[in-house]
């Protein structure tokens, strides 16, 4: 962006030629091997990239004094931590290779190469939902467009902008834009919370919701992730309103294990289909190392978070924690075992593996190991796994140590620190507080003191309104760079936790017996 402004010179930007677009399947470049969210933000990237147009700055504004030196002399970044020295080398010596060749490639294959981006943006353009259901590819987009000389009006841009359009929030003192909206999953944690809650009141909005989510399952679209896995039907749930070519796998994993307690409760059929189909996505999307990937399936290419572009480290959509744990608590709830699902017995697995020695879980896409932990400790006591298990009391031991002494419990958002040297602790929010008490409460520890005062916290701290407040932050769009607030957190995971306490505490085993 800065050097289209002409504020950096194209020397400090990576070379992504856009004839990767070319690349066949088996390159180790090909798009396919990066994440997404990557993937679409990068295929309208490199079309601006090849064509190094100059951005309208009518007003003249420029940013220098944001600089210690003059900023025509910034090159490149420099090596990430993340990073290693010999793969960030090698790539680094490609780069100044790239630079030296590409203003000599035939001017047909980069003519062909800008024609396969511009349409596989089109095949996923998305409607007014936009490219990939987020900003980056949508922005990139817009301005791809504008560089090929295509009008306002010219339907793909239109509806793109429109798209843009969609994430502003605009109220009488503030405005911002959002990343993405995120309507599945929020409506499906509620309606979890509403099941929990239970009652005449409860029971009706939480069926509702339900209904709502019925239609919104991709039954129909073999997106991107069918690349890897061109034998398995779809069947998700993507996280945005429509985003038929990317959903994700925690979205159809709450989904589903919420169709299926209503399925439970009721005695109904109407979620058959549906529950059948999210599940059979969701085992054919299990990653050969016995986890599971927000969107992908097998993006273990770790070589290229060393390329220049990946500074921030997040190319990738590797099996993670909290996911895998999401996926082997829906398969539990639907009565499968270790004993008698090789699927579940390797997610279990994973999760031993990925235990770290202080007893948490790493939580990508939750503020962090409070939420990998909540999150491994419903999986495992979904899969059978007994209580006095080393595994769970180790977790137990840890979310008991990082109690704060008002009763609840916070995580800051520099535990994801790559040097990672134990919990760093933060003020209390209501969310964190709902998932360390969900997380003991599924491994057995309904009747310890430290569970009681965190309920009775979030009892304390309920407002007027019968909700809870939060500031911070508590959920990840990428660690170390950028973090969320879910409006909805504070809400539906307090309501939650308090309803699962007060069930437990009513009935004589005092077992969760549901995924999550």
Same mark, same amino acid.
């Given at each position: 962006?800065?050097?289209?402004?002409?504020?950096?010179?194209?020397?400090?930007?990576?070379?992504?030629?856009?004839?990767?677009?070319?690349?066949?399947?088996?390159?180790?470049?090909?798009?396919?091997?990066?994440?997404?969210? !990557?993937?679409?933000?990068? %295929?309208?990237?490199?079309?601006?990239?090849?064509?190094?147009?100059?951005?309208?700055? %009518?007003?003249?504004?420029?940013?220098?004094?944001?600089?210690?030196?003059?900023?025509?002399?910034?090159?490149?970044?420099?090596?990430?931590?993340?990073?290693?020295?010999?793969?960030?080398?090698?790539?680094?010596?490609?780069?100044?290779?790239?630079?030296?060749?590409?203003?000599?490639?035939?001017?047909?294959?980069?003519?062909?190469?800008?024609?396969?981006?511009?349409?596989?943006?089109?095949?996923?353009?998305?409607?007014?939902?936009?490219?990939?259901?987020?900003?980056?590819?949508?922005?990139?987009?817009?301005?791809?467009?504008?560089?090929?000389?295509?009008? !306002?009006?010219?339907?793909?841009?239109?509806?793109?902008?429109?798209?843009?359009?969609?994430?502003?929030?605009?109220?009488?003192?503030?405005?911002?834009?959002?990343?993405?909206?995120?309507?599945?999953?929020?409506?499906?944690?509620?309606?979890?919370?509403?099941?929990?809650?239970?009652?005449?009141?409860?029971?009706?909005?939480?069926?509702?919701?339900?209904?709502?989510?019925?239609?919104?399952?991709?039954?129909?679209?073999? +997106?991107?992730?069918?690349?890897?896995?061109?034998?398995?039907?779809?069947?998700?749930?993507?996280?945005?309103?429509?985003?038929?070519?990317?959903?994700?796998?925690?979205?159809?994993?709450?989904?589903?294990?919420?169709?299926?307690?209503?399925?439970?409760?009721?005695?109904?059929?109407?979620?058959?289909?549906?529950?059948?189909?999210?599940?059979?996505?969701?085992?054919?999307?299990?990653?050969?190392?016995?986890?599971?990937?927000?969107?992908?399936?097998?993006?273990?290419?770790?070589?290229?978070?060393?390329?220049?572009?990946?500074?921030?480290?997040?190319?990738?959509?590797?099996?993670?924690?909290?996911?895998?744990?999401?996926?082997?608590?829906?398969?539990?709830?639907?009565?499968?075992?270790?004993?008698? =699902?090789?699927?579940?017995?390797?997610?279990?697995?994973?999760?031993?593996?990925?235990?770290?020695?202080?007893?948490?879980?790493?939580?990508?896409?939750?503020?962090?190991?409070?939420?990998?932990?909540?999150?491994?400790?419903?999986?495992?006591?979904?899969?059978? %796994?007994?209580?006095?298990?080393?595994?769970?009391?180790?977790?137990?031991?840890?979310?008991?140590?990082?109690?704060?002494?008002? +009763?609840?419990?916070?995580?800051?958002?520099?535990?994801?620190?790559?040097?990672?040297? #134990?919990?760093?602790?933060?003020?209390?929010?209501? =969310?964190?507080?709902?998932?360390?008490?969900?997380?003991?409460?599924?491994?057995?520890?309904?009747?310890?003191?430290?569970?009681?005062?965190?309920?009775?916290?979030?009892?304390?701290?309920?407002?007027?309104?019968?909700?809870?407040?939060?500031?911070?932050?508590?959920?990840?769009?990428?660690?170390?760079?950028?973090?969320?607030?879910?409006? #909805?957190?504070?809400?539906?995971?307090?309501?939650?936790?308090?309803?699962?306490?007060?069930?437990?505490?009513?009935?004589?085993?005092?077992?969760?017996?549901?995924?999550?």
């Amino acid at each position: 962006m800065l050097a289209m402004f002409g504020v950096l010179t194209w020397r400090s930007v990576p070379v992504l030629p856009v004839e990767i677009m070319l690349l066949p399947l088996w390159s180790p470049f090909h798009i396919n091997r990066i994440s997404y969210w !990557a993937r679409t933000t990068i %295929v309208p990237l490199m079309v601006l990239a090849a064509l190094k147009p100059r951005a309208k700055n %009518v007003s003249g504004i420029g940013i220098d004094e944001l600089f210690l030196q003059e900023p025509h002399s910034v090159g490149m970044t420099a090596k990430a931590p993340h990073q290693s020295w010999g793969w960030f080398l090698l790539f680094r010596g490609l780069d100044s290779v790239l630079r030296v060749v590409e203003p000599l490639f035939p001017k047909k294959l980069r003519a062909r190469a800008i024609d396969s981006a511009v349409a596989f943006i089109e095949e996923r353009l998305n409607g007014e939902d936009g490219l990939g259901a987020i900003y980056p590819p949508m922005a990139n987009a817009v301005m791809m467009y504008e560089v090929l000389g295509k009008p !306002a009006d010219y339907p793909p841009r239109a509806v793109t902008r429109r798209a843009l359009d969609r994430l502003l929030v605009i109220g009488e003192h503030e405005a911002y834009c959002q990343p993405c909206v995120s309507p599945v999953w929020d409506t499906s944690l509620t309606c979890h919370a509403l099941i929990e809650a239970g009652g005449n009141e409860a029971l009706p909005p939480a069926k509702q919701g339900l209904d709502w989510l019925l239609p919104k399952q991709v039954l129909d679209v073999k +997106g991107d992730w069918a690349v890897k896995r061109p034998e398995v039907r779809p069947g998700g749930w993507a996280f945005q309103y429509n985003n038929a070519y990317y959903p994700d796998l925690d979205d159809t994993a709450v989904v589903v294990m919420a169709m299926d307690r209503t399925r439970r409760a009721t005695q109904s059929h109407e979620y058959d289909a549906a529950i059948a189909r999210g599940r059979e996505w969701i085992e054919g999307m299990q990653s050969r190392d016995g986890g599971w990937a927000a969107f992908d399936v097998n993006n273990l290419e770790y070589y290229l978070n060393n390329i220049p572009f990946s500074d921030h480290g997040a190319l990738l959509d590797p099996p993670t924690e909290d996911v895998t744990a999401r996926c082997v608590s829906m398969l539990a709830q639907l009565g499968e075992t270790a004993q008698n =699902s090789e699927s579940v017995a390797a997610g279990v697995a994973f999760l031993r593996r990925t235990q770290l020695a202080e007893g948490s879980w790493y939580g990508r896409w939750g503020l962090n190991y409070i939420y990998g932990t909540w999150s491994s400790l419903c999986a495992l006591n979904a899969a059978g %796994v007994d209580h006095r298990d080393p595994a769970i009391r180790k977790a137990v031991d840890w979310l008991l140590s990082i109690q704060n002494k008002d +009763g609840g419990w916070g995580e800051d958002a520099a535990s994801y620190r790559l040097d990672y040297k #134990g919990f760093e602790g933060a003020p209390t929010t209501a =969310s964190q507080t709902a998932w360390a008490l969900l997380g003991l409460m599924a491994a057995g520890e309904i009747g310890h003191p430290a569970v009681a005062r965190g309920v009775e916290y979030l009892i304390a701290t309920q407002s007027q309104k019968g909700l809870w407040d939060e500031q911070r932050y508590t959920a990840t769009g990428f660690p170390r760079v950028f973090y969320l607030r879910y409006h #909805g957190y504070p809400k539906f995971f307090p309501l939650w936790a308090l309803a699962r306490y007060r069930n437990l505490r009513n009935t004589n085993s005092r077992v969760v017996g549901v995924g999550m």
